[in-house]
């Protein structure tokens, strides 16, 4: 069946780039999202690729897609206190729902 | 633009309650997703709704059932409560739940079972 798995924590320096790694199974998905949860509220969209695409640039995100070997990564450029969340990866399957990586805790020291 | 809209936020029941979950989506959209989030299980889809029929369905048991309005708003239902019901739930909803319409959530209501 469909997975989707990602690294379980990053910690980063303020001002440092993070990358943030994903890996999925499921060859057939055409979209891949990236979300962003902070402590007590829901999940906020970051940005989402097409699966034609290698790479995707928004602001201080980039998205890196490698169809061949189902990996998809996000970068944050200059981070920031702020973007201490959990971030999930997901693959949007031929159903249209979502499948969730377990997210990636990303600590950002001062 | 209003986001999503969960209600209530929080919520405690015990064992062999029943509970009704409210989610709004964003306006103009059709499609409403529910998830539900465990420490154990990571997000879990429930089921989606479009245009007041149930379009997909997770691996939940019939304890679990849900609706949509003809203004696309949805609820959730979940009966005979257990401990393991505990959990965040999640709405998302998009405008017609197609692969290039992303599915924009709700803050989500979180239920406790005691």
């Known amino acids: 069946g469909e997975d989707v798995e990602q690294s379980l924590f990053l910690s980063v320096r303020e001002g440092d780039s993070s990358v943030i790694n994903c890996t999925y199974t499921?060859?057939?998905?055409?979209?891949l999202y990236w979300y962003k949860q902070e402590p007590g509220a829901g999940l906020q969209l970051l940005t989402y690729?097409?699966?034609?695409?290698d790479m995707k640039q928004d602001q201080r995100l980039t998205v890196l897609l490698n169809k061949k070997d189902k990996h998809l990564s996000l970068r944050i450029a200059d981070t920031q206190t702020g973007d201490s969340a959990i971030y999930f990866c997901?693959?949007?399957?031929?159903?249209?729902?979502?499948?969730f990586g377990s997210g990636t805790r990303l600590l950002v020291r001062p | 633009k209003a986001g999503v809209t969960q209600t209530p936020r929080y919520l405690i029941k015990t064992r062999g309650q029943q509970v009704t979950l409210s989610c709004s989506p964003i306006?103009?959209?059709?499609?409403v997703s529910w998830y539900q989030q465990t420490p154990g299980q990571g997000l879990q889809f429930l089921f989606e709704?479009?245009?007041?029929?149930?379009?997909n369905k997770g691996n939940f048991p019939g304890r679990f059932s849900g609706r949509q309005f003809s203004n696309s708003r949805s609820e959730m239902n979940v009966s005979t409560l257990e401990l393991g019901d505990s959990a965040l739930y999640l709405c998302?909803?998009?405008?017609?739940?197609?692969?290039?319409?992303?599915?924009?959530f709700g803050d989500g209501t979180r239920l406790s079972i005691l």
């Open positions: 997901a693959e949007k399957d031929s159903s249209y729902k979502l499948i």
């Open positions: 998302a909803s998009s405008f017609e739940g197609a692969g290039n319409q992303p599915q924009h």
């Open positions: 709704y479009f245009s007041e029929t149930q379009r």
């Open positions: 499921d060859s057939s998905s055409t979209y």
């Open positions: 306006s103009g959209h059709r499609s």
């Open positions: 690729i097409f699966s034609n695409m």
